[in-house]
């Protein structure tokens, strides 16, 4: 047994203000050894329906102020940083990440609710000087934001906290009901911030049915939300496939969609090489790989090729693989059978086409069922699966370029467009790649994993549409109306 996993947690779901069962249960299992770690129920039809519903009859009952707003999301926020070291310890246990990546994950997600909370304030309208046309000398117009009515959040596996906060947060400052959908097979600490949205909301005045939680079958979940009229809004962050399925058959529904990458890190000649290495790493292994902007294709200056391999070398090699509750540990399971036989697919077609194996490659027999080691590929060519397919592991494949234009050309070929990152100290090369790269965020020295939580987050092309970033999804769950002063009869 892995050494502090969490009691077994059986929990409900949040419906109409109630907690409730289902007919059937799905057990939740810890990556790193199977333990049965807790157990949440499979919501059926019915039961989407009536979360739906009560979101959409709190939304319209709702009469909270912008500042009640602010202090439901600033109490949760509270409660959620007293219960930190309880809900790390949960989001280990359910996903396998070290104990100290999911400490980390507690505070985004604390922070990511203050921001919300902050957001609440600040959802402005604007005067339009009607005077700027002929004739309207005398009107007077205004814009006003409204909520859209209720929000549907379906989260991943891989930040199961702060996902679903990303969605839930910036919703409920806007002023909308929830319904949120995490993943099945890492429910349990959204779980517990929809306990920490009940109490908070209890507090506060917040009708009953304006935060709700159903936990069950994607397609079951996600066909109802489809269907209902009363949804306005869908969030999703998860596969592409899922995402196009949503897109295709949403209707008139806003949705915001986060999806998948493969994402590119450029190492130019004129870099500390060391430093650049060190961030490569730490962003292509952080949480198994598994992070939708992790680095997933190094494209390298063939002048420093090896260089930066003997350096990305000692980078890995330094990383602890291990328990995900010893606090040494950096690199521990991955989620399930399914995601870890993926990498080892991806790697091992990557080897048989030649790619060299600089360091790691080992995995599951002594390491753990589903531990991958990071590992460092060379010789790596872009039709080879680990550089064009996303990979979600732990890999750090380098490809070798001859020039910068290679590179910018290399950085796009492909599918997707979600981030990217390069080393240089040139600021007309920078330029050439923010402005060239097809991606929704270009970082300069540093990789494509940067993410603040308050920043504008999502990709181009299949990696998304949509952004991110609690300004920019509380403008996305609001409406725009405008308010206009005309002649009076008696004027």
Excluded at 93 to 103: A, D, F, L, N, V
Excluded at 216 to 245: M, N
Excluded at 344 to 365: D, I, K, P, S
Aim: with cysteine; charged share 25%.
């Amino acid at each position: 047994m892995s050494l502090e996993a969490v009691r077994r947690l059986d929990k409900q779901m949040l419906i109409d203000g109630s907690w409730r069962d289902g007919d059937e249960r799905a057990d939740v299992v810890h990556p790193y050894d199977g333990e049965v770690v807790g157990s949440v129920p499979m919501a059926n039809a019915e039961q989407v329906t009536a979360a739906i519903e009560a979101a959409d009859r709190a939304y319209r009952a709702s009469t909270l102020s912008a500042y009640e707003r602010y202090e439901l999301l600033s109490r949760t926020a509270d409660r959620l940083a007293a219960r930190t070291d309880e809900i790390a310890q949960i989001i280990t246990s359910e996903q396998g990440k070290p104990i100290t990546e999911s400490r980390t994950e507690v505070d985004r997600a604390v922070q990511t609710l203050r921001l919300s909370a902050e957001e609440a304030k600040r959802l402005f309208g604007e005067y339009v000087p009607m005077d700027a046309q002929k004739g309207f000398a005398r009107d007077h117009c205004f814009t006003q934001r409204e909520p859209l009515g209720v929000v549907a959040a379906i989260t991943p596996f891989n930040f199961p906290l702060n996902l679903m906060v990303h969605k839930v947060g910036p919703a409920l400052a806007a002023g909308n009901g929830v319904v949120g959908k995490p993943a099945t097979n890492t429910p349990l600490s959204s779980i517990a911030l929809f306990e920490c949205l009940d109490e908070a909301a209890d507090e506060v005045g917040a009708p009953d049915g304006l935060v709700n939680v159903v936990t069950g079958s994607g397609s079951t979940v996600g066909d109802a939300v489809l269907r209902h009229e009363a949804v306005e809004a869908i969030s999703f962050t998860g596969s592409t496939a899922v995402g196009k399925y949503l897109a295709d058959n949403s209707g008139m529904k806003e949705v915001t969609l986060e999806l998948g990458g493969n994402d590119p890190t450029i190492v130019w000649s004129d870099t500390d090489i060391e430093g650049a290495a060190t961030q490569v790493v730490g962003g292509a292994c952080s949480n198994a790989g598994q992070v939708c902007n992790s680095v997933e294709r190094v494209l390298v200056h063939e002048e420093i090729h090896d260089e930066l391999v003997d350096a990305l070398v000692e980078a890995a090699e330094a990383l602890t693989v291990g328990d995900p509750f010893d606090e040494a540990t950096d690199i521990a399971a991955m989620v399930d059978d399914e995601q870890f036989g993926t990498v080892v697919e991806l790697f091992e077609e990557t080897v048989g086409r030649g790619a060299t194996v600089e360091c790691g490659g080992n995995y599951g027999g002594d390491l753990g069922d589903r531990v991958f080691e990071p590992t460092v590929l060379s010789g790596v060519t872009p039709d080879m699966p680990a550089a064009c397919e996303e990979t979600f592991g732990p890999l750090v494949p380098v490809i070798s370029v001859s020039d910068f234009d290679e590179a910018i050309r290399e950085a796009n070929n492909t599918e997707y467009g979600l981030e990217a990152g390069i080393f240089t100290q040139d600021i007309d090369r920078a330029r050439r790649a923010a402005d060239e790269i097809e991606a929704g965020g270009v970082n300069v020295n540093t990789v494509s994993g940067f993410r603040a939580d308050h920043m504008p987050y999502g990709g181009f092309k299949d990696s998304g549409v949509g952004k991110e970033g609690i300004k920019y999804a509380c403008e996305h769950f609001s409406r725009t109306k405008l308010v206009g002063f005309h002649q009076g009869f008696n004027g």
